[in-house]
């Protein structure tokens, strides 16, 4: 069922991305690129790195396209395919866009098999990396969210295979969950490194130092978490205060933070909570639990 060459409409992170994978893996690759300032910058980069796909301007007729473009020019860019008669009649049409559902694509005079894929994965613009085999790394073993028409929700899962992910389904009506879910891991993740660089560099660490020590922490602490079976508790893989049942620490760890920055004090308290929850079950006695919310209670400013 799977197709062998591909229009990928944008060279953005994703479309690079993709693109680059997809040619690795021994497909035709067609890459819309329509600023020529990029067109010829990724041009140069796949030329470094020993990757061959054709970088174009503008759309040429395919049986599968995968559209890379922001949320908002979805729509606008399926238009403009049916108008550059870029569409065979039985085309696939696949979105890579996390929140918006896999119907937006449905347009005029456009393909009727329609399917979204979105990478949960943090990717990076492949132009800023040395090689083309750094710019697969995020791809391989990442989940997709697949949902769309049953033909090509099918052959956006086979894709998902090429590319060395596995394909979950979300339903259109939780994708923005979904996506609010995503955010939560990975862009609020680099908010919490803010807030925790602003209270290491207050504590006397040189700003390069406090980056590139809690950066390691956080991906150990994120290793230990991914050692763990897929259904074993999260609890398993902690660290730190709660887990010990160090109420002291942990009070001690709330009165820097209240002196040093009220949000960030507030911040780790609620997050905090969550870990509390986490440990109640996992073999801490009462006493250690009621110790712990005890502290948790007395933050100056959270809500009880």
Known sequence: ???????IIGAGRAGLSVAVALARAGWLVQLVARRAERRAEVTAWLDRCGVNLDVLAAP???????LAVPDRSLAVAGQALVTADAVAPDAVWLHLSGAAPWHVLRVAGGASELAGMHPLAALPDPLDLDDANAALRPLRGATFAVAGTDRAAALARELVGVLGGRAVRVADDARSLYHAAAAL??????ALLHVAEGAAIAAGLAPEDARVGLTHLMQTALDAVRRLPPDAPLRLGLTGAVARGDAATLARHMDALAAHDRTAALLHAELSSQLVDLVRDGGLGPAALAALDT???QVPGRPQ
Do not use: F, G, H, Y
């Not at 069922?1 to 229009?7: E, H, I, N, R, Y």
């Not at 040429?60 to 995968?66: D, E, I, Q, Y």
């Not at 891991?185 to 680099?190: E, K, S, T, Y």
């Open 295 to 297: 502290v948790l209670a």
């Open 60 to 66: 040429t007729l395919a049986k599968l396209v995968v």
């Open 1 to 7: 069922m799977l197709a062998d060459s591909v229009l």
């Open 185 to 190: 891991a990975a862009n609020d993740l680099v």
